[in-house]
């Protein structure tokens, strides 16, 4: 029988090969590289089998999605291109579907993973978007598209420009300029990940608590409001990483 810190320990440590900064969290891996092959099998089979007369529900919700997310790329970015709208789309159903792991019983999959594995010791997180790797991934990638398309649209020179003739347009302020929109760039991508990350790993340290700290029978006065809450909380956050995505990208995508 695991004591409240053991349990809560148990529950934060991820299933892992190698050690320190080589290490690798398999767990996340698994279950973030899963849900991205269940988004892109589930909406690719809606496509083929679309029809027009009277959809079906899936359908239906996978419209309802793709012009939720249609309509925020062209109230946000208003270049042309068409990678936009397809990376918003994968963002926003990608890091819902990671999220909604969290919903998930606290000790279902862990318990599961356990059985078969037939070690008692065996660990596994099954929120990817509660991993600082995941989430510091995604925004990095965004990141590195940021870099491609404001060099992309203002060349190599116009992009230097950029980065030390602004906000003080005088080469007396160069280095000023410099330090100051170098730290804003980077900043982009790492508040882009630890906002998501934070909130995920907050709402997962909560989950625990409750099933650390009450008897199973009395666990779902807490947990059924808190899960309740909380997928407003998932699709937020997707939503904000979606959005942040749109604007970084038609911020890089400007001309001037």
């Given at each position: 029988?695991?004591t409240p810190q053991e349990y809560?320990?148990h529950?934060?440590h991820?299933?892992?090969?190698?050690?320190?900064?080589?290490a690798?969290?398999?767990?996340?891996?698994?279950?973030?590289?899963?849900?991205?092959l269940l988004?892109?099998?589930?909406?690719?089979?809606?496509?083929?089998?679309?029809r027009s007369?009277?959809p079906g529900?899936l359908?239906c919700?996978?419209?309802?999605?793709?012009?939720?997310?249609?309509?925020s790329?062209?109230g946000i970015f208003?270049?042309?291109s068409?990678l936009?709208?397809?990376?918003a789309?994968t963002?926003f159903v990608?890091?819902?579907?990671m999220?909604?792991?969290?919903?998930l019983?606290?000790d279902y999959?862990p318990?599961?993973?356990q059985?078969?594995?037939?070690?008692?010791a065996?660990?596994?997180r099954?929120?990817?978007s509660?991993?600082?790797?995941i989430?510091?991934?995604?925004a990095f990638?965004?990141?590195?598209l940021?870099?491609?398309?404001?060099?992309?649209?203002?060349g190599v020179s116009?992009?230097i420009?950029?980065l030390?003739?602004?906000?003080?347009?005088?080469w007396?302020f160069?280095p000023?300029?410099?330090?100051?929109?170098t730290v804003?760039?980077?900043?982009?991508?790492?508040?882009?990940?630890?906002r998501?990350?934070?909130n995920m790993?907050a709402?997962?340290?909560?989950f625990?608590l409750?099933?650390a700290?009450?008897p199973?029978?009395?666990q779902?006065f807490?947990?059924?409001?808190?899960a309740?809450f909380?997928i407003?909380?998932?699709?937020l956050?997707a939503?904000?990483?979606?959005?942040?995505t749109?604007?970084?990208?038609?911020?890089a995508?400007?001309e001037?």
């Amino acid at each position: 029988m695991l004591t409240p810190q053991e349990y809560i320990s148990h529950h934060l440590h991820h299933w892992q090969v190698g050690s320190g900064f080589w290490a690798v969290n398999i767990d996340s891996m698994i279950f973030s590289v899963g849900l991205g092959l269940l988004f892109l099998w589930l909406f690719r089979s809606v496509a083929v089998k679309a029809r027009s007369g009277v959809p079906g529900k899936l359908q239906c919700f996978v419209e309802m999605v793709v012009l939720f997310v249609d309509d925020s790329v062209r109230g946000i970015f208003h270049g042309k291109s068409k990678l936009i709208a397809p990376l918003a789309l994968t963002i926003f159903v990608w890091v819902l579907l990671m999220n909604v792991m969290d919903l998930l019983p606290i000790d279902y999959l862990p318990q599961l993973a356990q059985l078969i594995a037939g070690d008692h010791a065996q660990k596994l997180r099954v929120v990817p978007s509660a991993d600082v790797n995941i989430t510091l991934s995604m925004a990095f990638g965004v990141f590195f598209l940021i870099l491609f398309y404001s060099i992309k649209m203002k060349g190599v020179s116009g992009f230097i420009k950029e980065l030390t003739l602004q906000p003080f347009n005088h080469w007396a302020f160069v280095p000023i300029n410099l330090i100051l929109e170098t730290v804003t760039l980077i900043a982009k991508p790492i508040s882009l990940g630890l906002r998501l990350f934070g909130n995920m790993y907050a709402g997962e340290m909560i989950f625990i608590l409750i099933a650390a700290m009450l008897p199973w029978w009395s666990q779902w006065f807490l947990n059924v409001p808190w899960a309740i809450f909380h997928i407003l909380i998932v699709t937020l956050q997707a939503f904000i990483f979606m959005v942040l995505t749109i604007v970084y990208m038609s911020m890089a995508s400007e001309e001037h």
